[in-house]
């Protein structure tokens, strides 16, 4: 596996069912990031890791928990989710913020519908 | 804080013919530039990046833009347009902290 990769690529959830996206990078970075795109707006980040430690939570609705055990993997586990949470869900990574360049690299991401 | 704006929606352009995307930015100091495309049912891929240094960055797929501090803009462009350039395209701005503004994007379609 090369660049990021998410799983699952889609996924279809009831309100009231719990589920997790995975997030793993395979390019040496410390930097993890998971954003919300919906249709016609801007992309939103949701929440940043740097080093495991998260260093930003964008005011994000506490049904979204996201969970980084080290710098490879990010997951984001979600329950009790609103119709209004479908969107696709990417994630991104790259060096460690202040290192001379952010260039974010993105996964696939996962493309989220709640019913 | 930063932002960006994408004027155009949407463009549509022929195959062969040139292409444009216009995108303005605000930010009080030096800024990070980037351009991502975006294929249906993918991520987002990074066309060009610019940091410093020559104003004319060139990218990916035959794509380049031109950083004008003077008129906040970082507009990209394609001399001749591919069926496969039809996406969607994000202009993105940053600091020196991990932090990126996105755009809202342009849709490109190609017409034979």
């Known amino acids: 596996e090369t660049g990021v990769t998410q799983t699952p690529r889609h996924l279809v959830m009831g309100m009231t069912n719990k589920k997790s996206l995975k997030c793993e990078q395979h390019?040496?970075?410390?930097?993890m990031y998971w954003y919300k795109q919906s249709a016609k707006k801007p992309l939103e980040l949701m929440f940043v890791y740097n080093f495991k430690e998260q260093t930003e939570n964008n005011s994000v609705p506490s049904r979204f928990s996201p969970e980084c055990p080290n710098s490879s993997h990010l997951f984001l586990h979600l329950h009790t989710l609103q119709p209004e949470d479908s969107a696709l869900y990417l994630c991104a990574s790259s060096q460690p913020p202040g290192t001379g360049g952010n260039e974010q690299f993105f996964g696939p991401g996962t493309r989220l519908t709640v019913l | 804080a930063q932002s960006v704006t994408q004027p155009d929606i949407h463009i549509t352009v022929s195959e062969g013919a040139s292409l444009e995307l216009r995108c303005n930015y605000s930010?009080?100091?030096?800024?990070?530039l980037f351009w991502y495309v975006q294929s249906p049912g993918q991520g987002l891929q990074l066309l060009l990046k610019?940091?410093?240094?020559?104003?004319l960055v060139q990218g990916i797929k035959g794509f380049e833009a031109e950083f004008k501090r003077s008129q906040s803009s970082f507009n990209l462009r394609k001399p001749s347009v591919h069926w496969s350039d039809a996406a969607e395209y994000f202009c993105?701005?940053?600091?020196?902290?991990?932090?990126?503004?996105f755009g809202a994007g342009t849709t490109v379609t190609v017409r034979a």
């Open positions: 993105a701005v940053g600091a020196r902290d991990y932090k990126l503004s």
């Open positions: 390019l040496g970075h410390n930097a």
């Open positions: 930010y009080g100091a030096t800024p990070y």
């Open positions: 610019y940091f410093s240094g020559d104003t």
